[in-house]
């Protein structure tokens, strides 16, 4: 599709009919999986032009006719960050093989040794383990706020550390996993724009992974990157493994250089059931969204639960409701709720489930529900897990796309076996 085209049709159609031409696959509607590693040159001296670029192309029509290796590049790759970026509004994606390669590509990136990490608390369990238990180890320092700080709060934190001055990179996640607590974009955003006066410019990171790319969109609060589980709603079906950033081009070329370096692109396969996905990833969101209304509001109102994190519940009026209107577009998906008890009640309604699935990962066409104080947080330290409130009574609840009477049914029958 040519680029005067493109500009006439919204992000939604493009994630369906974008970074893929037709024409140059036998008229084939659908990209074929480019199961090649190398890709020929017509003459050498076009292969010297080509590696002397690389695959810094700026276009999509110059990076599928600049393809050398499929380690630097492949037009599966190309179609699914292509489609990502739309739907994020982006200017430019990349994807990986899984989540955690995405995060810790971006991170290794910006920080070197010497360098200070701020980072937003709880975070995922991988993500804490990474900065707090490997970073460190290469001297990279790590400070961490959390929902109840204000601006100030925060900039006294970063200004206080002895590395102030190496701050590379904010990093924050919202809705947190498993809690769901908030952090506020724009308030972000305004430690960043004050700490310019101290001569100080982090990258502004994101994890998107429980909204993204449909319901929230923290480029247009004014971050640089998003991270994602792209394993999670991107993916949606519980059949890959991926990750993915987005954000600004010159930041992007940066971190496709190291993961480069480092290998760990999306393969054919995995970018190619990527680009499939995309396709469908609103309609998914959408109804998932719409059968976790349902869900979190018969379990506000169960006796056996103490209480429900989801931010369709959040209190008018109150701030984390106030940047819930902000910033998100639909409450989502992700649930968490305390049982009455501990962990043995938990184990209990976990193992009574019929049709709901105990398994970790999120996002999919199936409900899955996890325990995330001994499965997915439970390699952060326990005094982190429990100020965040991630307790032996937490379940967390990832809503498909099932018939919401039958999940309620599920619930409810799991509920009263406590």
Same mark, same amino acid.
């Given at each position: 599709?040519?680029?005067?085209?493109?500009?006439?049709?919204?992000?939604?159609?493009?994630?369906?009919?974008?970074?893929?031409?037709?024409?140059?696959?036998?008229?084939?509607?659908?990209?074929?999986?480019?199961?090649?590693?190398?890709?020929?040159?017509?003459?050498?001296?076009?292969?010297?032009?080509?590696?002397?670029?690389?695959?810094?192309?700026?276009?999509?029509?110059?990076?599928?006719?600049?393809?050398?290796?499929?380690?630097?590049?492949?037009?599966?790759?190309?179609?699914?960050?292509?489609?990502?970026?739309?739907?994020?509004?982006?200017?430019?994606?990349?994807?990986?093989?899984?989540?955690?390669?995405?995060?810790?590509?971006?991170?290794?990136?910006?920080?070197?040794?010497?360098?200070?990490?701020?980072?937003?608390?709880?975070?995922?369990?991988?993500?804490?383990?990474?900065?707090?238990?490997?970073?460190?180890?290469?001297?990279?320092?790590?400070?961490?706020?959390?929902?109840?700080?204000?601006?100030?709060?925060? =900039?006294?934190? #970063?200004?206080? +550390? $002895?590395? !102030?001055?190496?701050?590379?990179? *904010?990093?924050?996640?919202?809705?947190?996993?498993?809690?769901?607590?908030?952090?506020?974009?724009?308030?972000?955003?305004?430690?960043?724009?004050?700490?310019?006066?101290?001569?100080?410019?982090?990258?502004?990171?994101?994890?998107?992974?429980? =909204?993204?790319? #449909?319901?929230? +969109? $923290?480029? !247009?609060?004014?971050?640089?990157? *998003?991270?994602?589980?792209?394993?999670?709603?991107?993916?949606?079906?519980?059949?890959?493994?991926?990750?993915?950033?987005?954000?600004?081009?010159?930041?992007?070329?940066?971190?496709?250089?190291?993961?480069?370096?480092?290998?760990?692109?999306?393969?054919?396969?995995?970018?190619?059931?990527?680009?499939?996905?995309?396709?469908?990833?609103?309609?998914?969101?959408?109804?998932?969204?719409?059968?976790?209304?349902?869900?979190?509001?018969?379990?506000?109102?169960?006796?056996?639960?103490?209480?429900?994190?989801?931010?369709?519940?959040?209190?008018?009026?109150?701030?984390?409701?106030?940047?819930?209107?902000?910033?998100?577009?639909?409450?989502?998906?992700?649930?968490?709720?305390?049982?009455?008890?501990?962990?043995?009640?938990?184990?209990?309604?976990?193992?009574?489930?019929?049709?709901?699935?105990?398994?970790?990962?999120?996002?999919?066409?199936?409900?899955?529900?996890?325990?995330?104080?001994?499965?997915?947080?439970?390699?952060?330290?326990?005094?982190?897990?429990?100020?965040?409130?991630?307790?032996?009574?937490?379940?967390?609840?990832?809503?498909?796309?099932?018939?919401?009477?039958?999940?309620?049914?599920?619930?409810?029958?799991?509920?009263?076996?406590?």
């Amino acid at each position: 599709m040519k680029k005067e085209l493109e500009d006439q049709f919204s992000a939604e159609t493009l994630s369906i009919i974008g970074g893929h031409d037709p024409s140059k696959a036998l008229n084939s509607i659908k990209p074929p999986i480019f199961q090649t590693s190398t890709f020929k040159f017509n003459t050498a001296e076009e292969g010297k032009a080509f590696f002397n670029k690389q695959v810094d192309a700026s276009s999509l029509e110059e990076r599928n006719n600049s393809l050398i290796y499929t380690r630097l590049n492949h037009p599966n790759l190309v179609a699914a960050e292509y489609r990502l970026a739309k739907l994020d509004g982006a200017e430019d994606s990349a994807f990986f093989e899984s989540g955690m390669a995405a995060i810790t590509t971006s991170i290794l990136t910006f920080c070197k040794a010497g360098d200070l990490i701020a980072l937003s608390s709880p975070l995922y369990g991988g993500t804490d383990k990474f900065v707090k238990g490997i970073l460190t180890t290469y001297d990279v320092q790590y400070l961490e706020f959390d929902s109840s700080h204000s601006k100030e709060d925060i =900039l006294q934190k #970063i200004l206080d +550390h $002895p590395r !102030a001055q190496q701050l590379k990179m *904010i990093y924050v996640e919202t809705p947190a996993n498993p809690t769901l607590s908030l952090i506020d974009f724009d308030t972000v955003v305004k430690v960043k724009t004050e700490l310019a006066n101290e001569g100080i410019a982090p990258v502004l990171a994101a994890d998107n992974t429980y =909204l993204g790319p #449909i319901f929230q +969109h $923290p480029l !247009a609060h004014g971050f640089d990157i *998003i991270h994602y589980s792209a394993t999670k709603y991107i993916g949606g079906h519980s059949d890959l493994i991926a990750g993915a950033c987005s954000g600004k081009m010159d930041l992007l070329e940066e971190i496709k250089k190291m993961r480069t370096y480092l290998g760990c692109m999306a393969s054919p396969h995995t970018s190619w059931l990527l680009t499939r996905s995309l396709e469908t990833v609103g309609l998914r969101m959408e109804k998932q969204a719409s059968n976790a209304k349902q869900v979190a509001e018969f379990l506000n109102h169960h006796p056996k639960v103490n209480k429900v994190y989801f931010t369709g519940l959040l209190k008018e009026g109150s701030h984390s409701h106030e940047i819930f209107k902000k910033q998100q577009k639909s409450a989502g998906a992700m649930m968490a709720f305390d049982v009455v008890g501990g962990e043995k009640e938990a184990f209990t309604f976990l193992n009574s489930l019929q049709l709901i699935h105990l398994a970790i990962s999120l996002g999919s066409t199936e409900t899955l529900a996890s325990h995330p104080y001994t499965m997915s947080s439970s390699n952060m330290a326990e005094a982190d897990r429990l100020k965040n409130h991630i307790t032996p009574s937490l379940i967390r609840i990832s809503v498909g796309i099932e018939n919401p009477e039958d999940l309620i049914k599920d619930l409810g029958q799991a509920l009263d076996s406590l």
